[in-house]
């Protein structure tokens, strides 16, 4: 999979609400009411990260969730993480 660059991801980005390229990744956070919430919804994305075989970095604190995605093998951002946080999106959508 190759490297986007930066107009293209950009562009890309545009039709992904709340997401930002910083450091090479794409990255976004959720807020959730409580930590029940927040992991049954990582639990969810996890699933489709395994159907899609793509991972991402992500953290969880008590009722939020910081997601960052790139392509490790690409050495940065592709068309799988904009795929990826696509799925994220809709996933969240029924949240």
């Known amino acids: 999979m190759e490297k986007l660059n930066t107009n293209e991801i950009e562009e890309a980005l545009k039709n992904l609400s709340g997401w930002a390229l910083k450091d090479e990744m794409i990255e976004k956070s959720f807020t959730f009411k409580d930590f029940k919430e927040a992991f049954s919804v990582m639990t969810h994305i996890a699933f489709e990260c395994e159907k899609q075989n793509h991972h991402p970095n992500w953290e ?36």
């Open 60 to 95: 969880n604190v008590y009722n939020s969730l910081t997601i960052k995605l790139s392509t490790h093998d690409a050495g940065g951002v592709t068309q799988k993480d904009i795929d990826l946080a696509k799925t994220i999106e809709d996933i969240m959508a029924q949240a």
